[in-house]
Every structure is written in C-alpha cells, then in structure tokens.
T-cell receptor, first 116, second 113 residues
Framework: GAVVSQHPSWVICKSGTSVKIECRSLDFQATTMFWYRQFPKQSLMLMATSNEGSKATYEQGVEKDKFLINHASLTLSTLTVTSAHPEDSSFYIC????????????FGPGTRLTVT | GNSVTQMEGPVTLSEEAFLTINCTYTATGYPSLFWYVQYPGEGLQLLLKATKADDKGSNKGFEATYRKETTSFHLEKGSVQVSDSAVYFCALRPSGGYQKVTFGIGTKLQVIP
C-alpha cells in the first residue's frame, strides 16, 4: 500500500517550452502533496505544498508563476514548469500524505527533467 | 529552526564491512526521525523510523536509535552489501501533527566487492 507514481520518469524539452509532471497516489487519497527539487549531490528542497482543492503554498524563493501546481483531486497533483530554461533541469520528486498513513509522507520515484 | 546534519560522503566500504552514518538534529520537542534511501535514478524510500526517545528503528539489517540526550540518530549496519550502495538521507518531522519533513544533505555510500 501507499504507492505514489510519477509520470513521466524522464523528459527532455526545449528551452522556452512548458512541461507537465504528474504525481498520483495509487491506493490512497492524498489530502496533501509535496513537490521537491533535488540538485545533483544535494538534498531535497521543498518547493511547495498543496492541499486538494486549494492553492498551493510555495516556499520562499520559489516562483509560483514558473512552477504551477494543481491538486485538483485526491489522487492527482501536477507540476507544470513554464517557459523552461536549462537551469530548471533537475530531479523533481513528489510526495503524498493522507489516508491511513496519517502523518507519513510517501515519495514518488522522481522525474528527471532536462531542458536543452 | 529545525535542521538535520549528517556526515558528508562519499563513504566507500568493502563488502561485509560495518557501516555507520552519523546524523544529528536540531528541533524542539520530540520530532520523529527517519532514514530514507535513494537508489541511483530512483526516488526516496523510507528505510526506518523512530518516533520517540530510545526507540530503535530497524529494517533490512539497518538500525538507528533515537538518542534524545545527544540529539542523534546514527544509521548502522553490521555487514554491508554491494546492493546497499545508495544515498542515505536522515530526516526529521517536528512533533505536533502535520508538519513538514526536513532532510539532511544525504550521504552517498559505495560498497565495493
């Protein structure tokens, strides 16, 4: 139980285009989802927290207009990187919390984004 | 604020060697403590956790004991295998309900045959 999936697992896009990453909780209802960014050889940086049906709360320094987060249902959250640039290349990981897991966060496998 | 400090890697060990990865934390009250493991190209998996002082978390031969007096949660394994090669993250979640998890920087472990 408590499986979180992400799609795609990797994506390459051209500079200036937008790319959408999906995060799904497969066997539980995720009342809260988190989006992290991981730079090479560094820890996870929390980008934003979203609760189902409400606007995401972004961490300081994260551009909300660039990283659009939607949490429209209890099993799906999306992160859209708009007008991507090479510096947006990174590993993006989502995490979900809810259901019987209580406070626990369950992590997705991550999405590798490369902007050329 | 809350923080997690763990030893910087990489840590290189021979197969069957003893492993210790140090982790200390700063937080008020009694946070829950975690170790996550990230295999190459994958997301994080929960390895073990402890929710109160003196608790010992264990999984797959790994152990860590919640030491309130030293604010530590060191990860140990008696005999590592090549398949244990990964990045290990120490993390904490403050007490008091739905709080955010704070991660350490991660320690890369490489086990050589």
């Amino acid at each position: 139980g408590a499986v979180v999936s992400q799609h795609p697992s990797w994506v390459i896009c051209k500079s200036g285009t937008s790319v959408k990453i999906e995060c799904r909780s497969l066997d539980f209802q995720a009342t809260t989802m988190f989006w992290y960014r991981q730079f090479p050889k560094q820890s996870l940086m929390l980008m934003a927290t979203s609760n189902e049906g409400s606007k995401a709360t972004y961490e300081q320094g994260v551009e909300k207009d660039k990283f659009l987060i939607n949490h429209a249902s209890l099993t799906l959250s999306t992160l859209t990187v708009t007008s991507a640039h090479p510096e947006d290349s990174s590993f993006y990981i989502c995490s979900a919390r809810g259901g019987r897991g209580g406070y626990e966060q369950y992590f997705g496998p991550g999405t590798r984004l490369t902007v050329t | 604020g809350n923080s997690v400090t763990q030893m910087e890697g990489p840590v290189t060990l021979s197969e069957e060697a003893f492993l210790t990865i140090n982790c200390t934390y700063t937080a008020t009250g009694y946070p829950s403590l975690f170790w996550y493991v990230q295999y190459p190209g994958e997301g994080l998996q929960l390895l073990l956790k402890a929710t109160k002082a003196d608790d010992k978390g264990s999984n797959k031969g790994f152990e860590a004991t919640y030491r309130k007096e030293t604010t530590s949660f060191h990860l140990e394994k008696g005999s590592v295998q090549v398949s244990d090669s990964a990045v290990y993250f120490c993390a904490l979640r403050p007490s008091g309900g739905y709080q955010k998890v704070t991660f350490g920087i991660g320690t890369k472990l490489q086990v050589i045959p």
